[in-house]
Nanobody
Framework: VQLQASGGGLVQAGGSLRLSCAASGRTFSSYAMGWFRQAPGKEREFVAAISYGGGSTDYADSVKGRFTISRDNVKNTVYLQMNSLKPEDTAIYYC???????????????WGQGTQVTVSS
């Protein structure tokens, strides 16, 4: 499977962006998906995850209430709606496919190429 992330850009603090991650292949709906991010000089961190059917989600405390993960299993796409963005949300955002059907903060085996999100103050 290949994952292609898009939708990043430059936005002012308080603004919104929606990231998309399109997946190739026929097994998209069989696996949970996740979003991660890596800021300059920092380790990659978990942002959000969604179960294979979309019925269960999980968020990092730092984005809870501001970000929403969703998926469209017909379009083989997972989304990350980001509202009330803060400068500390600046990072490269990666989508990833889990080895499991259920939400997880680890256990991912396929990664997209990343899309840059920059939030100015």
């Amino acid at each position: 499977v290949q994952l292609q992330a898009s939708g990043g850009g430059l936005v002012q603090a308080g603004g919104s962006l929606r990231l998309s991650c399109a997946a190739s292949g026929r097994t998209f709906s069989s696996y949970a998906m996740g979003w991660f991010r890596q800021a300059p000089g920092k380790e990659r961190e978990f942002v959000a995850a969604i179960s294979y059917g979309g019925g269960s989600t999980d968020y990092a405390d730092s984005v809870k209430g501001r970000f929403t993960i969703s998926r469209d299993n017909v379009k083989n796409t997972v989304y990350l709606q980001m509202n009330s963005l803060k400068p500390e949300d600046t990072a490269i955002y990666y989508c990833a496919r889990s080895r499991s059907r259920l939400t997880s903060r680890t256990n991912y085996d396929r990664w997209g190429q990343g899309t840059q999100v920059t939030v100015s103050s």
